[in-house]
């Protein structure tokens, strides 16, 4: 189809659970078509239709492994075939068949095997079958989307060449996950990529929306495992689902936030099985009242805190730059750092710490030269986040009150310059009643 003139231009990216089954296809069907601005549409890779199923990308990953051991890969990439002819076979898209690309993945995995080329299969082949069940055009992502040679994403050659290439169509499927390396390779962004590939389109096109289709209705205020029935979010700033996904929360791929958050285009997280949910808005900014002083709370478990004392810390210029200095030759990112007038901590995370333990209170000896050092594992911290704490008070108050109520000793805490959000560290064991004594206290019922 030629390009012509749409009101409302929406990017909708569909995930692997959306697109397990000729079922759920046939839900994403009726979703795009119950909305003419729905006009780029972004597959990933058919995922688990049932708990302990198989993801069609991890299938994909273990024929290349099997290619690389030499053996044979015929039964295995028949058993992937047999799910996507399921779908086709299920959507009646009768004279159609992916014949031909299986076999020359077969080839490609015998001649050339590489790993990315393998996983980047499941989002090729279902962009193809979901091009033809809609009747409309099929753009290979490894035509527009190109990473550099550090196997970055080149922003501007991909808005570039995405922007030319959608200019030609009015609607289009452009497979998630992946796009071309540098050395002329497939190459795919990490798991969870399509989120990913679904923001590219929406900022090339220059969307209004972009719609990102999954099978929760959208971001919960706190994790539904710890949580019983957390209320949803109805709207977050980018900057808010940063802190929260940086403490843990998940849905969306990290790196998705960063090409619509340059211009603006509000991401909307809806689910497939449940079309009707307004779902979770994702904004730069917004002014509609919140309906709590907090937006979400997240965290994580096992952080290692290395405390540091020296009399006279307080008047020794440099003190915290050595002391960093021991963290940055051994490679290890620091989280937080509060600090007293003779004291300091260091909060690190324990998997990237403790095996370089010893090599970093040695640095830290001869670096600063402190009067002593202490470490202790088993810290969880959890960062309460809000746009609206700005300009409440008695926020951090009544944090405090809700955590020592449930009887959890505070062993941090961390207010973000930015008033966004404050962080508690407190122990492992304490983490789950914390996040439950902080969701009752201020969201409650
Ligand atoms: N199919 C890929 C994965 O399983 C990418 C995606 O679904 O976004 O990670």
Redesign the pocket.
């Known amino acids: 189809m030629i390009k012509g003139e749409t009101d409302l231009k929406k990017v909708v990216k569909f ?2 659970s959306s697109l397990a089954s000729a079922e759920q296809f046939k839900k994403v069907g009726a979703i795009i078509k119950a909305d003419a601005s729905r006009v780029y549409v972004v597959p ?2 058919p ?1 688990k239709r049932y708990s302990d199923d198989t ?1 069609v ?2 299938m994909l990953l273990h024929v290349y492994k099997t290619a690389c051991e030499g053996k044979d890969i015929s039964a295995e990439l028949k058993a992937i075939k047999a799910r996507y002819d399921e779908i086709i076979e299920g959507l009646g898209l009768d004279g159609f068949s992916l014949d031909k690309e299986f076999e020359t993945i077969a080839e490609m995995l015998k001649t050339d095997p590489s790993e990315d080329y393998a ?1 980047s299969r ?2 090729y082949l279902n962009g193809k079958i979901m091009a033809e069940y809609l009747g409309i055009e099929f753009i290979d992502a490894a035509e527009v989307i190109f990473f550099n040679e550090e196997g970055k994403l080149n922003g501007y050659k991909t808005e570039k060449s995405m922007a030319a290439k959608l200019a030609q169509y009015d609607r289009a499927v452009i497979p ?2 992946y796009g071309m390396g540098k050395n002329g390779r497939v190459k795919t962004f990490s ?5 990913v590939t679904g923001s590219i389109v929406a900022q090339a096109a220059k969307a209004d929306v972009y719609e990102n289709w999954t099978d929760v209705s959208g971001f919960l205020v706190a994790d539904p495992r710890i949580v019983n029935n957390p209320k949803p979010i109805k709207y977050i700033t980018y900057r808010e689902l940063r802190e929260l996904s940086y403490m843990g929360a998940s849905v969306l ?1 990290e790196d998705a936030i960063f090409p619509v958050r340059q211009c603006g285009i509000p991401i909307n997280i809806r689910n497939t099985n449940a079309p009707a949910d307004e779902g979770t808005w994702i904004v730069e900014s917004t002014a509609r009242k919140q309906d709590y002083v907090i937006t979400g709370i997240a965290g994580k478990k096992d952080f290692c805190t290395v405390f540091i004392a020296k009399a006279m810390m307080n008047s020794e210029v440099g003190f915290c730059r050595k002391v960093l200095q021991a963290f940055e030759e051994n490679d290890i990112s620091v989280e937080h750092m509060p600090s007293g007038i003779d004291t300091m901590t260091v909060v690190v995370h324990e998997d990237e710490f403790m095996h370089k333990e010893q090599k970093v209170i040695s640095g830290i000896h001869r670096l600063a030269v402190p009067d002593s050092i202490e470490i202790e594992a088993g810290l969880a911290l959890v960062a309460v986040v809000g746009r609206g704490m700005k300009s409440a008070s008695g926020t951090a108050g009544k944090l405090c009150t809700a955590l020592a109520k449930a009887g959890i000793n505070i062993k941090m805490i961390d207010q973000g310059s930015s008033e966004l959000n404050i962080i508690i560290g407190v122990r492992n064991d304490d983490f789950e009643t914390a996040t439950r004594a902080i969701y009752d206290t201020f969201i409650g019922d």
């Open positions: 995930g692997g990933s890779a995922g993801k990308t991890d996983a499941g989002e998630g996950f798991r969870g990529g399509s989120d791929h």
